[in-house]
């Protein structure tokens, strides 16, 4: 993956390199180490001195009864985001690939709310499901049942969920389709002239092709869940109630911004850093595959 | 396709693709009727799917004199801090990847793959993972509340450097041999031949950094604690009072009407450019 033929000057490319190596030592790694020295540290209540405290702050991550309830609900979270968005816009994308009129304008209808921001995605479901005003809790409130996110906890993750999944379902409708459109046609017809009927086309051949491209996609939602998502449940839930939607990345802005535990939230930093790098790892074994696939 | 099919194999996808594009464009819709009722008619739960009459009269309001409440701070002024923001993370990031990219394909130097993998490596440091060490070295420099602040620390990231090499590699050797032959050194291949081969890339990444840049909350609900350098992603989450009863519904729509108008444009303007940004800065 080299160039045959190059410049031979040896500072040039230093400047060129310059910009951008500084600004992600300054504010990638030195905010990394940072992090991960902190998570050594305890600060006195004025936040003056710090003291070396070894692994004491991650003891106590561990043992906080609320960082699992932070991965618990992280985990029905992102699955529940992942699984939702993953199926309606495969159908999407299925029914968008055959030959229909009007692909092309069902697709820009369909892609668009990649450009919303989460926090506003999060805004408007919270405007239709605001208990007292929003139009859906007003027609729940009428079928009887009481609809509550602001006190009731399941409420509240399915709010987040439902806003989650539909600002994710244009990116992956995209990638969908463009998997979809890259499976040859003549597999299909010739499974066609075997007799196999549309669904079971679907399911024994197209799926399975699609296989790399799902896959992908889940990697890329859980990390979106993960990260993306902050916005929603800031403007929506505010992690609560009762810390019922505080995923890790919540629980880390909460616990340093508004508990002032910043050697515990660095800990927190620190293990979830440990779990982007597994997750990209894994995402690049799969590039690997893809490449030769 | 090889078989007859049944007419609801016609009708079917109209009617799903259908039913997806009301879910999509839906919660959308209600906003903009949100933004065009009267305080009343929202706060004692009359709202329904008709639009009123009052959209011009909110929309002036939030543009020129802000939603009052929580936060003073005209929308026009926070749609331009969105734009600023968003330009300058978009072409920065454009600026300093494609130069490190060059330096990186078209050279060889010493610790040419380290540096390489120190760009590349900060695909897996997302700014929510390390937000207050962030917070702290941006509050040192003393570049709380500044453009700079909010912009510089978001610039620097592994996909437009990846974006680029991977696009600088499917550029023929004779090009660079024949601008060699003719005595150009990098500076003049860089601009006669590079760049304009590039111009594609470019306005592909753009679009997706200027998304990007415009939808950011977490860094700038940090950075930011002037009202005049709010962003408006930041004010439409002001203006939504956890009392209920004094969030101004009809301004806060017209707010979130115009905080997804920019973005959405560019998407809709620039489809071809946006899908293939999307697909390039992920591989």
Known sequence: MDKRVFFPSKTVPLLLLLPQLVITLVFFYWPAVQAVVMSFQMEDAFGTTSEFVGFENYTA????????????VTAVFSTAVAFLSLSLSLLLAVMADRDIKGAGLYRTLLIWPYAVAPAIAGVLWYFMFQPSLGLFARMLRDW??????LLNGDHAMILVVMAATWKQISYNFLFFLAGLQAIPKSLIEAAAIDGARPFRRFWTIVFPLLSPTTFFLFVVN??????????????VTGGGPAKTTTTLVFKVYADGRLGGDLGGSAAQSVVLMVMVIALTAIQFRFIERKVSY | MVEHRHWSMHVLPHLILGLGVLLVVFPVYLAFVGATLDPATIANGQMGVVPGNRFIENMSRVLLAGAGG??????????????VMAMVIAIGKIVISILSAYAVVYFRFPLRKTAFWVIFMTLMLPVEVRIYPTYKIVADLGMLDTVAGLCIPLIASATGTLLFRQFFMTIPDELIEASQMDGAGPVRFFIDTVLPLSLTSIAALFVIQFIYGWNQYLWPL???????????????KKMIVTQD????????????????LPPVLVVVVMQKLFVRGLVETEK
Do not use: C
């Not at chain 2, 009863?245 to 997804?260: F, G, Y």
């Open chain 1, 61 to 72: 991550v561990f043992t906080d009864p609320f960082y699992y309830r932070a991965m618990g």
């Open chain 1, 144 to 149: 009887g049942i009481d609809w509550n996110p």
């Open chain 1, 222 to 235: 859980i990390v979106y869940v993960f990260f993306d998502t902050f916005g929603i449940i800031d403007a």
């Open chain 2, 70 to 83: 929580s936060t003073r701070e005209p929308v026009l002024h926070m749609l331009w801090n969105s734009f």
């Open chain 2, 222 to 236: 940090l950075i930011t604690s002037k009202d005049s350098m709010q962003t408006i992603v930041i004010g439409i």
């Open chain 2, 245 to 260: 009863a004094l969030t101004e519904w009809q301004l806060a729509m017209a707010t979130a009407v115009l905080a997804m």
